[in-house]
């Protein structure tokens, strides 16, 4: 086979010609691709073929140029059929496992489509059950051919999924029944969301204010009736298949209801549900996080996990930090005295095409298997990541591109690497971790047949999961025999011989697959995680201070006044200047806490209602009055605050956030303010009562921590967010990162 590069044919086609799904018109000649079933997926013992139907008039003597490349762009094959009449048949054979592109060309005339090669399987949903398989795919996404692309699923041995309770039960839709039953799928139930009629008035007044006032976000952010409620529930089950038994209460309940309220209606579903199926898997979608003030940590004192077994996690960003998820299963099982077990539900990455969040397809492929491996070895009991479709709407909106798929219904390559990571590892028991020094994942498993498999891979200079791949690190090992196999992310092998009984492998961020060593290689392998694996750069808490204003500055729009506070730059190194940029000012007498902002901004957008404000323009302001160092969360000192020129009201909005979860904000009073529309773009000028922050009596020399976002939203993106340049260790979600701000004289 041919690994040339095809860069110079691509140029020529694809930038003279309009391709679309497949599909390319080039004067009166058009042809197209015809899809191997709906997702162009072939077991690996399947000759690879395709019909290109031609339509128009082709001039005597032209050529038709089909060529297959990798995941990487490199040409695996070509074929040139000479003077195609009609339609024509490509077959490239078994090319083996992974992820293609195809490109035929008819004299000017085009077309593309993507591909997959992989071993199908043959499982039933109690096999994949009773043999520990964890691998699968969150449902939803828009997709089209549902029933095709769950047959996909099956195929590659993909068998979990996240359903909503009543999924497609109106109009005829794809049902859990079909998802379930006519097919040998297993799904984490999500119970989320109840009829309109079960509203309690009663509670939170007329439904249609609460519309109003929160876009209907009732079916989510409160509780229902609890009596009819759980009568619905009740019926809601018969709708499930017996022998599908894992249930998930609610999804990121964090963003949508305080933990009290959350831990009330946890205890009417898992009574509702262990009353019909006494030995149901049950438990809350929860946060992660351990610390006193911590969502997690206030629903389990709540008494929102009393009776449940399960838990189910969102950890995009702790995925592979292994520690971190091995010491959050030791607290919980510590918390409620026996083991839990976790479900995650969603996880993975994105292909961004354009904007802040940019992302490569490759790179979204590195990341969900790196992100697999790691959550695999921490014993989960399903893997489901965020998700099967995408809308492709808006190229800088990222979760418009977390799909598996594309809209065309065509594979991605996180496809297949992710379907190459379960044919690996899926069903193996995890065995421990080998040491080749630090930033070097390197994690062995036993497969069924006894077999050991070693994942390897290199780690970037910043956080695990980050990075387009630009680690390189060589490492030497000891491979115990005479030949090894290396299996790339996509599932080709390559045999790799040992001289004088060593092999040196270049690393990346890429990770490969290991087989066929002896049990020589695995001495010192440990299940103790190393901290110093992962060595991240201590970044000590920025500081800056707080000057006081003798005079009171004018709240007119105009910032000369402020030269005596505290600025602070607002930016991020991927947004433009010119679309979103400014300045933050910060001051202090004995009366108020002053803010203003003024910002560079092409377009002042804010349509928001409370909840939401901080999703298009405005300032989120943050302050500790009583920092401390240690414990993520929101205390009793730590506050929130919403600072908008405009809303969905066409007024600005000075609010503090009185309940996070619920997004409950109370509007200040005894503000000095202005908040509108400045030459540059936008502008606020702010000043807060001491009084608003729990009384607290400012006196020079005593700290307080505070920081901010900024954050844009145009008609022509959604939201970016600019953080301070001088407060890298930043995070909304946690105090002890905030700036601290020592009150001047």
Known sequence: MCMKSISNLRTLTIATLILLNGLSHAADVKISIQNHGANNLFDATTPVSFEIKAAGTLPENTEAVAVLSNAFGEEVATQTIQNPQGNFLVDFGTPGRGYYELDVTVGSAAAHCSLGVMEFVNRTAKEVRDG???????????????????????????????????????????????????????????????PRELYDAERYGPIEEYESKFRGAWVINNLPQKEPYQEYLREMLKTIPEDQNVFEIWNEAWNKMNPEDFAELCGWISETILAERPHAIIGPNLAGETGEFQYDSRVIKAGGMKGMNMVALHPYDMAQKR?????????????????????????????????????????????????????????????????????????????????????????????MAHANAARMIDGSRYLGDLWFGPKIEAIVFEQKDGDQVLVLWALDSSLP???????????????????????????????????????????????????????????????????????????????????????????????????????????????????????????????????????????????????????????????????????GGFGPDDYQFFLTPTSKSGEGVVAWVTDREGGVIQ???????????????????????????????????????????????????????????????????????WSLMTLEK
């Open 132 to 194: 520990g398989y964890v691998f699968g795919l969150k449902w939803w996404g828009g997709i089209k051919h549902k029933a095709e692309f769950e047959q996909s699923m099956v195929n590659l041995g993909l068998q979990w999924t996240r359903v909503i309770q009543n999924e497609g039960m109106n109009h005829g839709a794809f049902t859990i029944v079909d998802m379930l039953e006519d097919y040998p799928m297993n799904a984490v139930i999500k119970v989320e969301r109840y």
């Open 323 to 415: 520690i971190e998820f091995r010491e959050y299963k030791k607290w919980i099982e510590e918390k409620l005295g026996h083991e839990v077990e976790i479900h995650i539900t969603e996880y993975g990455s994105h292909s961004c095409p354009e904007g802040p969040m940019k992302r490569s397809e490759l790179e979204q492929a590195r990341s969900v298997v790196r992100d697999g491996v790691c959550l695999y070895s921490g014993g989960v009991k399903s893997l489901a990541p965020h998700w099967v479709g995408q809308t492709e709407n808006n190229p800088t909106y990222h979760e418009d591109w977390f799909g598996y798929i594309r809209k065309n219904e065509q594979p991605k390559p996180v496809l």
């Open 667 to 737: 509007h200040l009073q005894g503000t000095q303010t202005f908040l509108g529309k400045t030459d540059m773009g936008w502008g606020l000028e702010v000043a807060i009562p001491w009084s608003a922050l729990n009384d607290f009596k400012p006196q020079a020399g005593k700290n307080i921590a505070v920081d901010m976002r900024l954050n844009d939203a145009d008609a022509a993106h959604k939201r970016f967010k600019l953080d301070p340049g001088d407060s890298p260790k930043f995070s909304v979600f946690d105090p002890t990162t």
């Open 465 to 631: 999961g980050k990075g387009e791949n630009r680690t390189r690190m060589d490492i030497t090992l000891t491979p115990d025999a005479a030949k090894i196999v290396q299996t790339d992310i996509m599932g080709t092998e390559k045999v790799l011989k040992a001289e004088d009984g060593k092999i040196t492998l270049t690393l990346d961020e890429s990770p490969i697959y290991l087989t066929g060593f002896g049990p020589g290689l695995l001495s010192g392998m440990s299940k103790e995680l190393r901290e110093d694996r992962w060595p991240e750069e201590v970044v000590p808490r920025n500081q800056r201070p707080l000057p006081r204003l003798v005079n009171a500055p004018t709240f007119d729009g105009k910032f000369e006044d402020w030269k005596a506070a505290t600025q602070v730059s607002m930016e991020n190194s991927k947004v433009m200047g010119s679309d979103a940029s400014g300045f933050v000012y910060l001051a202090w007498d004995e009366s108020y806490l002053y803010v203003a902002a003024n910002v560079r901004d092409n377009e002042m957008l804010n349509n928001m209602t409370s909840k939401t404000l901080y999703r298009e323009d405005g300032i989120e302001l943050f302050v500790s009055t009583k920092p401390r160092d240690e414990g």
